[in-house]
């Protein structure tokens, strides 16, 4: 192997947002994944919330934001 173009090749620790720890190694010692093979639906067979941040939630309420105004002046006008 060449010297000094390779990676450190460490053992690294995959953390997930269920709780599920896969240890393994990478270039990287710590990695933080949202979702893993324990709490995926593909492999649980379980229906789950995949949406654990909200998104689609924040995305309606900042929409409506938007629409209340124009509504509300639609309203005035007529
Ligand atoms: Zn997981």
Do not use: L, W
């Not at 893993?36 to 924040?58: L, N, T, W, Y």
């Not at 309606?60 to 509300?72: D, E, L, Q």
Request: net charge positive; glycine share 4%; hydrophobic share 35%.
């Amino acid at each position: 192997m060449k010297e000094k173009i390779h990676p450190n090749y460490v053992d690294c620790v995959i953390t997930c947002s269920c709780g599920n720890i896969v240890k393994t190694r990478s270039a990287k010692p710590k990695i933080n994944v949202e979702i893993c093979s324990a709490c995926h639906p593909f492999f649980s067979g379980k229906q789950k919330m995949i949406d654990a941040a909200g998104r689609v939630e924040k995305y309606r309420r900042r929409y409506a934001k938007k629409a209340a105004p124009k509504k509300a002046v639609a309203a005035e006008t007529t």
